[in-house]
């Protein structure tokens, strides 16, 4: 039988059912549909590997796996946190369990059909084809983001959403996950907001509080997250985000808290075992820190989930240790890693600080000076990052409490806690890395009070009268610190009093150069944990055409990922 009047030949299904009857059915019914290609699975752990570097035009999916403590629901719950799953494919659970509340939670975990065993072949297509509809329904849309027409995209999400067309509530989350990348986090509250109001679902609410994040509006999230929290305890997402805006308000206790949760509701879910891993390190618990660093590496180095920055931390806690095969393990990893992707900058540079590391545990100490000396040269470059920053005032700390004194390091620390100590979060996260030599810890303490005083004496002459003065003053401290703070104030007097100065576009020009300089518009520059591209509770954005299916296979083989971005 046919599953719809296409022609599926050239369509792919994946089929992810630890029992080989089962599987053998699915694969059997999927074919009689007319799909080309038929992959398999028997563990979700095994499906995630190969949805990682391959896209699926169907994933059918069983909820329980009797030899795998990872679910059909938790494969799906890091699929779609991870931007692993794009809008195309069509992900059916099909399972025994018939209770209410696990239907419920697969309807809200963005699924496209959820089929109870055992079913007949009529109702599996019924499924499939009425997924398929939603799709071709949205084709406009999803050909917009294809070929990154975001802004036209939103418009037509919008348009179905206030017309209340067909599939209006999809087009509707797909449309606020736009607003967010484009900037306009108002205008996706407002869009959540309204779905809320039309509809309360889980995934609306938390949308309200994402775009209140992405606004600056972090208290009014907090307050959110904890109203949906309340009502629905089990929303792993939901915690996700509470982390992130604990984090922002320099919160970590709290944030800890929240990420422990978060990670005992899905202990299989990579990124939630890395963000508690990461967020305990900081907290200061170097300890447990190592076991929750060493369980993730352990889970998924392999995978793309896994944020290299892991390594780092745990090589870290393995000099701490003394720990002398576990560091050389995490080097050894590093290599794996690069020998993947020998390009990748980021990647050059973490494994840099690994190796500096290795030394020190080997008593290279000239050779490991060198290595610092060297990284130091860098800190006032435009792509020398809060994490980069990080990374070394943690090492010139296990050189101060081995007695290696640099007469150097005293003004490095300064220099870097001025550029980076902006807010209380990035400060605390700062100090969080100096905690093994408690006078780096003060002076990048001291760095954050300074940074507001200069910032406090700017305010000061832009409300008496004078904005020219303002910002005058703030570029000046600006190129001197190459603080992200003091820069975005002057752009930020010069935006509201601009009628007022009388060379504002030359200022304007100089103060855009110091964002260039200073790397203000990194992303990495904010508080976060891990990859900060990595959005709990949003839709995969996946750009770009679709490959023919016969260049599918050797994409595969070459572990080429399709690329998926998240939404901002």
Not at 19 to 36: C, E, H, M, Y
Not at 524 to 532: R, V, Y
Request: aromatic content about 6%; glycine content about 4%.
């Amino acid at each position: 039988m046919r599953l719809i009047a296409d022609d599926l030949s050239s369509c792919s299904a994946l089929v992810v059912d630890a029992n080989p009857t089962s599987r053998s059915i699915l694969i059997s019914q999927l074919r009689d549909f007319g799909v080309g290609s038929v992959a398999q699975a028997a563990r979700a752990q095994d499906a995630r590997k190969q949805l990682e570097f391959r896209t699926f035009d169907f994933v059918l999916c069983e909820q329980h796996f009797s030899t795998d403590a990872m679910t059909g629901q938790d494969l799906l719950d890091d699929l779609r946190r991870n931007q692993l799953l794009p809008f195309s494919t069509v992900f059916l659970m099909i399972t025994a369990e018939a209770t209410y509340a696990k239907v419920a939670e697969a309807a809200e975990s963005a699924l496209d059909g959820y089929l109870l065993k055992p079913h007949k072949a009529t109702q599996l297509a019924e499924r499939l084809h009425a997924a398929r509809l939603r799709k071709e329904s949205l084709r406009e849309i999803f050909e917009a983001i294809d070929n990154e027409k975001f802004e036209e995209a939103a418009a037509l999400c919008m348009q179905r959403f206030e017309s209340k067309g067909k599939f209006w509530l999809y087009a509707a989350r797909v449309g606020a996950e736009l607003l967010l990348r484009l900037q306009r986090p108002a205008d996706a509250q407002a869009l959540y907001k309204a779905v809320v109001d039309a509809k309360t679902l889980p995934w609306a609410r938390l949308g309200v509080a994402r775009a209140q994040l992405e606004a600056g509006q972090v208290t009014q999230a907090t307050s959110t997250l904890e109203s949906l929290i309340s009502s629905d305890g089990n929303f792993a997402d939901a915690y996700d985000v509470m982390g992130r805006a604990q984090i922002e308000l320099g919160k970590f206790d709290k944030a800890l808290e929240t990420y422990k949760m978060a990670a005992t509701l899905t202990p299989h879910a990579i990124t939630r075992v890395q963000s508690l891993a990461m967020m305990t390190y900081y907290a200061g618990d170097h300890k447990e820190a190592e076991a929750l660093l060493d369980k993730t590496v352990r889970m998924g180095l392999d995978s793309k989930m896994f944020d290299a920055q892991t390594l780092v931390l745990l090589a870290f806690t393995r000099l701490e240790l003394a720990d002398r095969k576990g560091l050389q393990r995490c080097y050894d990893d590093f290599l794996r890693l690069l020998e993947k992707d020998e390009d990748n900058r980021r990647l050059q540079r973490l494994c840099g600080i690994v190796q500096t590391l290795n030394l020190i545990m080997q008593s290279q100490f000239a050779a490991s000076v060198d290595a610092v000396r060297q990284a130091c040269k860098t800190i006032r470059e435009p792509d020398f990052d809060f994490e980069s920053a990080s990374n070394l005032v943690a090492l010139l700390c296990h050189l101060a409490t081995r007695s290696i004194q640099l007469d150097e390091v005293d003004a490095v620390v300064t220099t870097l806690g001025m550029r980076f100590c902006n807010n209380r979060s990035l400060t605390e996260l700062l100090a969080g890395s100096a905690k093994l030599h408690p006078p780096y810890e003060a002076r990048i303490r001291e760095c954050q009070t300074k940074v507001l005083e200069m910032a406090e004496v700017a305010m000061a002459l832009s409300m008496s009268g004078n904005p020219a003065a303002a910002v005058k003053n703030l570029v000046l401290h600006g190129r001197e610190t190459l603080s992200a703070r003091l820069i975005d104030n002057a752009w930020q007097v010069l935006h509201k009093h601009g009628a007022k100065i009388a060379d504002a576009d030359a200022m304007g020009q100089e103060v855009q150069e110091l964002r260039s300089l200073s790397g203000a518009h990194l992303t990495s520059n904010k508080a976060t944990l891990g990859d900060p591209k990595r959005q709990a509770g949003g839709l995969a954005l996946r750009t770009g055409t679709r490959p023919p299916p016969d260049k599918m296979v050797a994409k595969y083989k070459a572990a080429a990922a399709v690329q998926s971005l998240s939404l901002q």
